[in-house]
Nanobody, 126 residues
Framework: QVQLVESGGGSVQAGDSLRLSCAGS????????MAWFRQAPGKQREIVGA????????YFADFVKGRFTISRDDSANTMYLEMTTLHPEDTAVYYC???????????????????WGQGTQVIVSR
């Protein structure tokens, strides 16, 4: 089973960019669909985006479309979240998650993600 560790969080200013990484350990990383979620203080966790196991299909929440991209490097067992034009509303703890098997498009948003990292904090100030 894959284990996940996020990194790359930090404090930035509005309009800045940041790249988060999610390193996986264990076997068969390339057979997992992967996703980024976030949870802001006092709010429910929400999905940010997802990438299929094949790396060819994506899902992005409306509030990040055009600003965030997701990629994966299966040779390094790592998934990335590139965040640009950050807003204060993007302040949250960001989690990566994995689910075994195939998904496509919006299906990647509703997949049962059952493997989680510990989270990395992103703070965006005005």
């Amino acid at each position: 089973q894959v284990q996940l560790v996020e990194s790359g969080g930090g404090s930035v200013q509005a309009g800045d960019s940041l790249r988060l990484s999610c390193a996986g350990s264990g076997r068969s990383f390339s057979r997992y669909a992967m996703a980024w979620f976030r949870q802001a203080p006092g709010k429910q966790r929400e999905i940010v985006g997802a990438i299929s196991a094949t790396g060819t299909s994506f899902y992005f929440a409306d509030f990040v479309k055009g600003r965030f991209t997701i990629s994966r490097d299966d040779s390094a067992n790592t998934m990335y979240l590139e965040m640009t034009t950050l807003h204060p509303e993007d302040t949250a703890v960001y989690y990566c998650a994995a689910a075994f098997g195939y998904c496509a498009g919006d299906g990647c948003a509703t997949k049962n993600y059952d493997i989680w990292g510990q989270g990395t904090q992103v703070i965006v100030s005005r």
